[in-house]
């Protein structure tokens, strides 16, 4: 090989691995944010696959976590606890859960690096036992910590619109159609005493 072409082949691969160390260096937190995005991506997939031994596998021991519905459960077994009240058992709420959920911005890395927070957005779907099904758009908000070298849930917050979704759209259109069948029964009712009165 020429010692031309070599000394190019030498600059090219230099410049190259300077290329690689100047990204890498870039996000010094780009190999936790893999090992996050895995979390999310398990997570999701635990709550449509109704598992939720998979999901406690990606919490820490004392997660807090902050349902829907407003209830707290502390530690793994009140989120089994939890879990199985609403979609196990004779007595459960929902027959099954899905969602489909987006990160909403970069996670934020806090304490060195130990400690990070991340939101975004979910669309959740609903199969309740005593009705038919439901949409609903909510948000989400975690905090995860490196715990003995790996990353884990340890809150976990969930929260909706309360006065704009599915359910009050719903609601009301429900009292539209209570009101407007009161309407129309007044109005029988009155025809009705009319006649009678004429029929006198």
Not at 10 to 35: E, I
Not at 97 to 110: D, E, H, K, Q
Not at 160 to 181: D, H, I, P, Q, Y
Request: no cysteine; aromatic share 8%.
């Amino acid at each position: 090989m020429r010692p031309m072409v070599r000394l190019l082949l030498v600059l090219l691969f230099a410049s190259l691995g300077a290329v690689d160390a100047v990204a890498a260096d870039g996000d010094p937190h780009a190999t936790d944010r893999q090992a996050l995005i895995a979390i999310f991506h398990e997570m999701e997939a635990a709550i449509n696959a109704q598992d939720v031994e998979r999901m406690i596998a990606q919490m820490s021991p004392d997660v807090t976590v902050t349902w829907l519905n407003g209830e707290v459960s502390r530690g793994h077994d009140q989120v089994r606890a939890y879990y199985r009240k609403m979609v196990r058992g004779d007595d459960r709420i929902l027959d099954r859960y899905l969602t489909s959920a987006r990160i909403g911005a970069p996670a934020r890395f806090f304490a060195d690096g130990t400690v990070a927070v991340a939101d975004g957005t979910m669309v959740d779907q609903f199969f309740p036992v005593a009705r038919g099904p439901f949409s609903l758009d909510s948000n989400w908000t975690t905090t995860l910590a490196r715990i003995d070298g790996k990353w884990k849930v340890v809150s976990l917050h969930l929260s909706a619109n309360v006065f704009t979704n599915s359910l009050m759209a719903e609601a009301k259109a429900a009292l539209w159609w209570v009101a407007a069948g009161a309407g129309a029964a007044g109005v029988l009712l009155g025809l009705l005493i009319g006649w009678m009165r004429r029929r006198r």
